[in-house]
């Protein structure tokens, strides 16, 4: 074997240690059956929430069906939540990971956060066309013409509210794509999945409605009332589906005491790991706007979504689901705080969710 012979350009280069194929089956570069040449190196930068990285996957699938040969290093600080057998590269956000990716010279780079770190990465990047937000004259800037939009409906709430692209919409666009329904991605534990499909199949026959009760802090303004959730959750029951109260730690005493006080079943809170899997023996998750709903999108559950506070048209259901929302409408736009003292998430009904739970069935 020569220096010469090396496949530097394979998907399989591991740089300084032996590949999958060198380890599992002895071979080398030179008569390689698993020579697989990288032709396009395409970097994304999405660090924010859990939720926003997931809704920003599909974007996956239609690079890969224009490049095949194509080798993806993303860049987040929730690296958990992206599927590994579609990422080749999956880095946190660190300073390790920011000086090694301005030695990498990608085909394509994406920046779709406009916080001011991420775009002061894709400035510094070398890339020979590059999508999104950048970095300019001490602000954030659009790196092409097609992300201005974006970056204009962030900046000026009226402009939001007229909005009618769905956020995939709106990062396809930037990209020069148009979304054709391309659907999420997320990483699945396939062992833990398995685990609770044969946990619930051991005492229950009905259809399983996952009730996630939370929607983190940032803003309270989306939370459901509780006694709203309870009632809900007795609905569900006393009419034939089995219904599931989820939620991470924040969620926990909330969740234990409408267990308590429905005799609704609450398994607990776990790894966003497990989290998903769980997840993923319910066959319609209800839901505040939050990370859950685009669990349960990657997923390809049905889906009820309340929403308040948010551009309706900025969420793709993919025809499996309804979005459920005040009968007036919010004067509270991306609100933290109600301006009326009482949140208007208490004027949809636990009858009206339950209404959009059956119509999905």
Request: with cysteine; net charge neutral.
């Amino acid at each position: 074997m020569n220096y010469n012979e090396i496949h530097f350009d394979c998907l399989h280069f591991k740089g300084g240690v032996p590949c999958a194929p060198n380890k599992e089956k002895g071979s080398i570069c030179k008569n390689c059956s698993d020579y697989y040449p990288i032709k396009t190196r395409i970097l994304i930068i999405k660090l924010g929430a859990l939720g926003d990285v997931i809704r920003t996957t599909p974007l996956l699938k239609k690079f890969r069906s224009l490049y095949p040969n194509v080798q993806f290093t993303w860049i987040t600080q929730s690296p958990e939540i992206l599927s590994k057998n579609e990422i080749h590269k999956i880095l946190k956000w660190d300073g390790i990971s920011i000086f090694s990716l301005q030695e990498v010279h990608f085909d394509i780079a994406i920046n779709l956060d406009k916080e001011e770190e991420a775009c002061q990465l894709l400035s510094r990047i070398n890339a020979k066309q590059k999508y999104g937000f950048t970095w300019e004259n001490n602000h954030i800037s659009a790196v092409n013409q097609r992300a201005e939009h974006k970056l204009i409906t962030g900046l000026f709430d009226e402009i939001s509210k007229k909005n009618t692209k769905s956020y995939l919409e709106e990062i396809f666009e930037i990209c020069d794509f148009s979304f054709n329904k391309e659907e999420y991605s997320i990483h699945i534990n396939h062992f833990l999945s398995d685990k609770w499909k044969i946990e619930f199949q051991n005492f229950t026959n009905k259809k399983i409605i996952g009730l996630n009760t939370g929607c983190g802090p940032r803003w309270n303004t989306r939370l459901w009332p509780i006694e709203f959730w309870q009632e809900l959750a007795l609905l569900l029951d006393e009419n034939g589906f089995f219904p599931v109260f989820l939620g991470g730690e924040l969620e926990h005493e909330k969740n234990e005491e409408l267990a308590r006080v429905t005799n609704v079943y609450y398994p607990g809170y776990f790894s966003l790991e497990e989290f998903i899997a769980l997840t993923n023996s319910c066959e319609l998750i209800v839901t505040q706007v939050s990370m859950m709903m685009h669990i349960a999108t990657a997923l390809q559950k049905k889906l009820v979504l309340m929403n308040n506070i948010f551009n309706k048209y900025e969420f793709e259901l993919y025809g499996r689901g309804v979005i459920v929302s005040p009968p007036l409408d919010c004067i509270c736009y991306y609100g933290n705080t109600c301006k009326k003292g009482t949140s208007c998430m208490h004027d949809i009904t636990p009858v009206s969710v339950f209404n959009a739970v059956k119509s999905l069935f």
